[in-house]
T-cell receptor, first 113, second 109 residues
């Protein structure tokens, strides 16, 4: 049973560039959430996708956008990268859009230079 | 939004010692989750515990929802227990979790 998988594991970009991160949910899960974790902080909610629609959004600017595909996998896109976007980006999956137990991937470490 | 506070921020133990981590939350919640983040960044879900007590090996957790706190107990700690422990509570009915700042646990051999 595959868990939550994310790619790539590490990424280095420069200011102003755009980046796309990918996530495949745990088998049997249909809801994907994205979190940003800055160094020394707890993860912060970016947004959640269910039935290919953004259902909830945290306090992140429109530069952060996402997509969910019919197979439940998801992408996180960040435009016009800033130095402050450097962080670990975590994908979590669950079954249905409820407060079920969350399972996280290993994350993508993004460095913006 | 909901506030989640964890204590202590740091904890250093010798292998074999016991410890208790605390999580306080500001509003009524219908569940609470404890996670362990290992040194490689992987977040592992330890407990999904809206109320009561659950045990998993050397770890157990208790949530007292009416008093808005949860405790994570680690007994006979091992070096592999090192890492950061987070508690997280939902802000809405639909899975948006708010995390605490974490407790950094270091277990020395």
């Amino acid at each position: 049973d595959a868990g939550v998988t994310q790619s790539p594991t590490h990424l280095i970009k420069t200011r102003g560039q755009q980046v796309t991160l990918r996530c495949s949910p745990k088998s049997g899960h249909d809801t994907v959430s994205w979190y940003q974790q800055a160094l020394g902080q707890g993860p912060q909610f970016i947004f959640q996708y269910y039935e290919e629609e953004e259902r909830q959004r945290g306090n992140f600017p429109d530069r952060f956008s996402g997509h969910q595909f019919p197979n439940y996998s998801s992408e996180l896109n960040v435009n016009a990268l800033l130095l402050g976007d450097s962080a670990l980006y975590l994908c979590a999956s669950s079954f249905r859009i409820t407060n079920e137990k969350l399972f996280f991937g290993s994350g993508t470490q993004l460095s913006v230079l | 939004g909901i506030q989640v506070e964890q204590s202590p921020p740091d904890l250093i133990l010798q292998e074999g010692a016991n410890s208790t981590l605390r999580c306080n939350f500001s509003d009524s919640v219908n569940n609470l989750q404890w996670f362990h983040q290992n040194p490689w960044g992987q977040l592992i879900n330890l407990f999904y515990i809206p109320s009561g007590t659950k045990q998993n090996g050397r770890l157990s957790a208790t949530t007292v929802a009416t008093e808005r706190y949860s405790l994570l107990y680690i007994s006979s700690s091992q070096t592999t227990d090192s890492g950061v422990y987070f508690c997280a509570c939902p802000e809405t009915s639909y899975g948006k979790l708010t995390f605490g700042q974490g407790t950094i646990l270091t277990v020395h051999p």
